[in-house]
Nanobody
Framework: QVQLVESGGGLVQAGGSLRLSCAASGRTVSMYTMGWFRQAPGKEREFVASSSWNGGYTNYADSVKGRFTISRDNAKNTVHLQMNSLKPEDTAVYYC????????????WGQGTQVTVSS
């Protein structure tokens, strides 16, 4: 089992930055694909970004490309999401997730951290 705990959310003005962190425990996630998702009120959860096991391959939703950066530190079992040039539409609960590279579905999820961007 893998436990994921997000942190770093908060309230920020439009144009500002936040750095989310996801700490994994229970098992090393060095061989897992790690992802960030978000869910805004009244909307479905959506993909934000993902990183292959060594960070060699990253993928981003079009809405965050050029503004968000996913990174990971396998030695510390952590994943980060650097969010710059934040917009009010980025307001959501952000979730960290993990899956084995061979799997399609993310098997492990954190509890989420709230990000609110004021205009």
């Amino acid at each position: 089992q893998v436990q994921l705990v997000e942190s770093g959310g908060g309230l920020v003005q439009a144009g500002g930055s936040l750095r989310l962190s996801c700490a994994a425990s229970g098992r090393t996630v060095s061989m897992y694909t790690m992802g960030w998702f978000r869910q805004a009120p009244g909307k479905e959860r959506e993909f934000v970004a993902s990183s292959s096991w060594n960070g060699g391959y990253t993928n981003y939703a079009d809405s965050v490309k050029g503004r968000f950066t996913i990174s990971r530190d396998n030695a510390k079992n952590t994943v980060h999401l650097q969010m710059n040039s934040l917009k009010p539409e980025d307001t959501a609960v952000y979730y960290c997730a993990a899956r084995m590279a061979r799997d399609y579905e993310y098997a492990y999820w954190g509890q989420g951290t709230q990000v609110t961007v004021s205009s």
